[in-house]
């Protein structure tokens, strides 16, 4: 969608970067973003229309049980507003049930339009705080709207952000299979309770992860993206998990864990040019049995929020 696209004056275009949660480590508390993207180019119409173009257009250009448009015309109702028609044109690059942070990169256009087109006067914040409780957890929704990496937190409906840029010469491979997995699905492998030396672990390696990224320690990310709350549980369901996950500290490549929920994998490259090193050892590593995209994206620093003239047209 080019951005020197015609688009009335009360029109609003929006850039949602794709995400990767958890990073290992930091389960529903961390998250970055990347330089895909679900752009966004609205307008009021008579009626409500969707032109969808990249990928599961089919899926996201379906005018009933849209999630964009259900929740603009729910945040409308709750908020005493009209409800606006929309002519939406849309063009996503994030892959859906795959780990990328669809959803809430979804759930944020949706609460941006409404507050847009409803008038409501919310700040970043609250569109944040918003986004934030439908999708229900902070991780994804912050790196989106914030862009870099992110450890976040909830305090009631407060959403609590610390924000860094990731390093610059850092990549991303994101391995992405065939089949999508649902997030409620991923969830429903966790156990209640954990051993206390799993938590142990986990606390330590999220402390180092968020250091990893603000002074670009290379000799960290391993030992940070290491995880027993989640990926372990996770496995059966990520055959892509436990073929990938040795390669961490060898071709270039920092770190690796699951991207999100899953089923995709992160994997963290050290820079530009290891990146067919390491995407090498990742085919040799699947050994052609698992049928798989390799995608190679950069760490994106601005967010959504960034590709709002400003918080007055939101």
């Given at each position: 969608m080019s951005e020197d696209s015609k688009m009335r004056p009360d029109g609003l275009r929006l850039r949602l970067p794709a995400t990767s949660a958890n990073l290992g480590a930091g389960f529903d508390t961390a998250a970055v973003a990347f330089d895909f993207y679900l752009d966004i180019e609205a307008e009021p119409a008579a009626e409500f229309s969707i032109a969808a173009t990249g990928r599961n257009q089919e899926y996201i250009g379906r005018l009933e049980n849209n999630l964009i448009l259900e929740i603009y015309k729910g945040l409308l109702q709750s908020n005493g507003k009209p409800v606006i028609p929309l002519a939406i044109r849309m063009n996503n690059e994030i892959p859906l049930g795959m780990g990328c942070g669809s959803s809430a990169a979804g759930r944020l256009a949706a609460v941006a339009l409404a507050v847009h087109f409803g008038r409501l006067g919310w700040t970043s914040e609250q569109i944040l705080e918003e986004a934030t409780a439908l999708e229900g957890h902070p991780d994804n929704v912050s790196a989106c709207w914030l862009g870099?990496?992110?450890?976040?937190?909830?305090?009631?409906?407060?959403?609590?952000?610390?924000?860094?840029?990731?390093?610059?010469?850092?990549?991303?491979?994101?391995?992405?299979p065939a089949e999508p997995l649902a997030t409620s699905k991923a969830r429903a492998m966790l156990p209640d309770c954990y051993a206390r030396e799993d938590v142990v672990t986990n606390i330590q390696s999220a402390a180092l992860l968020g250091m990893a990224f603000a002074q670009a320690r290379t000799d960290l990310l391993r030992m940070a993206m290491r995880d027993r709350i989640h990926q372990p549980y996770r496995a059966s369901s990520c055959p892509m998990l436990l073929p990938l996950l040795p390669l961490a500290g060898e071709y270039g490549i920092l770190g690796a864990a699951l991207s999100g929920a899953g089923p995709s994998i992160l994997l963290i490259v050290e820079s530009e040019a290891r990146?067919?090193?390491?995407?090498?050892?990742?085919?040799?590593?699947?050994?052609?049995?698992?049928?798989?995209?390799?995608?190679?994206?950069?760490?994106?620093?601005?967010?959504?929020?960034?590709?709002?003239?400003?918080?007055?047209?939101?």
């Open positions: 870099g990496f992110v450890a976040a937190a909830c305090e009631g409906r407060t959403v609590h952000v610390a924000r860094v840029v990731p390093p610059a010469e850092w990549w991303a491979i994101v391995v992405l990146l067919p090193e390491a995407a090498a050892a990742i085919r040799k590593a699947l050994d052609g049995q698992i049928e798989a995209e390799i995608k190679s994206c950069r760490f994106e620093s601005a967010g959504a929020v960034d590709s709002v003239d400003s918080l007055r047209t939101v």
